[in-house]
């Protein structure tokens, strides 16, 4: 192995390291809030079509995007979790002074994913979102005759 003195906290590479996660850790949260924002649009636009016809029976069918945005927003999440997770221990091993060459633009999440994205299922940014959208077509569905 490497002597792990020779990688400081002032490196380009450490830099360079740290830029590639953060950017990662952004566009997580950039396709969760996409998620989100699309799951509302196409929601709302199932919901309009259905009360035009006026067949609330038809309502239910916004329920398939909102359960599949809900997965997708869930697995972004989990993955933006996993990053953190790799960026924290990266810091950790650079203040300890145990980072070796090896764990320099080794860009992958820490963590075993299903746990992860367990955690996300019943994270504050998921379930009141997708609740109050499943509770607003459930809504629909009653006043629409």
């Not at 740290?18 to 969760?32: D, E, G, K, P, Y």
């Not at 090896?102 to 940014?125: R, Y």
Request: a positive charge; glycine letters at 2%; hydrophobic letters at 45%.
């Amino acid at each position: 192995m490497t002597n792990q003195n020779n990688i400081s906290e002032n490196s380009q590479s450490v830099q360079s390291h740290l830029t590639i996660l953060q950017n990662v850790i952004q566009r997580m949260a950039s396709n969760s809030t996409s998620s989100k924002a699309w799951c509302i649009t196409l929601v709302s636009a199932i919901l309009v079509v259905v009360a035009e016809k006026g067949n609330s029976h038809y309502a239910l069918i916004a329920i398939i995007p909102t359960v599949l945005f809900f997965a997708l927003d869930c697995y972004y999440l989990a993955l933006e979790k996993g990053f953190r997770n790799s960026y924290n221990e990266f810091i950790s091993k650079l203040h300890e002074r145990e980072l070796y060459k090896e764990d320099l633009f080794a860009v992958k999440p820490k963590g075993k994913m299903k746990k992860l994205f367990l955690e996300s299922v019943i994270s504050f940014s998921i379930w009141p979102f997708y609740l109050t959208l499943l509770l607003m077509i459930y809504i629909t569905k009653i006043l629409i005759f």
